[in-house]
């Protein structure tokens, strides 16, 4: 599929303090603080965050859903307050929930959603079927989408998005719900959209997904960016290795006695276990040992591993991300 793309160093997505606030009961309430975000042309740009800090409102607030209550932004080289509708034009927004009907054959959509967007039928037609190719979706095109496969629903969302061949495409939560087979053809299907031009924006809770499909990632806290940049580069700012230690019900006693040794550098209690980050984890567990053996703390579990996304995540918002998917 040919997609029209920006050319040259403008960015695809650019914001300076972009805010929203609502007014409930007991006040105004602050949901997004003041996001400053760039996003490059053929990027795939994985946006994070917990429940409730502003993810989903600045998603709405991008692809022109929400108006920002301040700031400013640019979204596929048109103002957002001021060209909203030219927005609407370069993008594509495919949402958590899908929007296929299951009445209508998958065909049938496609060329309606081009219709929409100014193609006359002949046009569509053939966009549709350019589509419906791209997507691995001609043995099941005329049929009606209620017959349709989880992962064959979700490819037809991916095309409602993209028919009309946006320079931007935003997915919110693209695979949820999908067995691995059919998140792994979608993955394809999403680097292949780069590898032709496009942009992609998405939010996601899997962390395989975000590490192994994303460029650069934003993790947003509390209406704020708390953190960017490429995986890696995340994960290095965690200095060192993570052990974590069972030990029952002690787990306030342990994190007493470990978390001022010169050892540790970061110290925490998550999930019933003592988390600790440390320089060298194979010179740090024996001393660990040692000291829990000492101050007559029971050890049950004590583990080793390089830092993760989720160590990313739960060092950057207090919370893990596998809680937050669950």
């Not at 409102?57 to 929400?66: C, G, I, K, N, V």
């Not at 059919?182 to 299907?189: D, F, G, I, N």
């Not at 925490?268 to 024996?286: C, H, K, N, Q, W």
Request: proline share 3%; aromatic share 4%.
């Amino acid at each position: 599929m040919s997609i029209t793309t920006l050319r040259g160093d403008t960015p695809v997505i650019e914001t300076h303090g972009l805010r929203r606030s609502f007014r409930t009961r007991r006040g105004e309430v602050e949901a997004v603080a003041g996001i400053d975000l760039r996003v490059d042309a053929g990027e795939i740009v994985g946006f994070l965050g917990p429940n409730g800090a502003g993810k989903t409102t600045t998603l709405r607030m991008l692809t022109t859903l929400l108006e920002p209550s301040g700031g400013e932004a640019t979204v596929a080289g048109c103002d957002l307050l001021r060209e909203p509708r030219r927005v609407r034009e370069r993008i594509g927004y495919v949402a958590q929930g899908g929007a296929t009907d299951p009445t209508v054959t998958g065909r049938r959509e496609l060329v309606l959603q081009a219709r929409l967007y100014g193609m006359d039928r002949a046009t569509a037609a053939a966009r549709a079927a350019e589509v419906l190719a791209a997507l691995d979706l001609e043995a099941c095109a005329d049929r009606k989408g209620g017959t349709y496969s989880g992962g064959q629903r979700r490819r037809l969302d991916l095309g409602l998005g993209l028919v009309h061949k946006p320079q931007l495409l935003f997915l919110d939560e693209p695979t949820t719900g999908l067995d691995p087979q059919s998140r792994a053809h979608l993955w394809e299907e999403i680097r292949g959209l780069r590898e032709q031009g496009t942009t992609v924006f998405i939010t996601t809770h899997y962390l395989d997904e975000a590490d192994a499909l994303c460029d650069r990632l934003a993790i947003i806290d509390h209406g704020r960016i708390v953190a960017e940049g490429t995986a890696e580069e995340l994960k290095r700012e965690i200095a060192g290795d993570v052990v974590t230690v069972g030990v029952g019900n002690h787990c306030a006693e342990a994190l007493r006695l470990l978390e001022h040794q010169p050892f540790v550098r970061e110290a925490s209690i998550d999930e019933g276990t003592v988390r600790l980050y440390v320089e060298r984890g194979e010179a740090a567990m024996p001393q660990i040992l040692r000291l829990l053996d000492g101050g007559g703390i029971t050890l049950q579990t004590i583990s080793l591993a390089r830092p993760t996304l989720d160590d990313v995540f739960l060092r950057q918002t207090g919370r893990s991300l596998r809680d937050e998917a669950a």
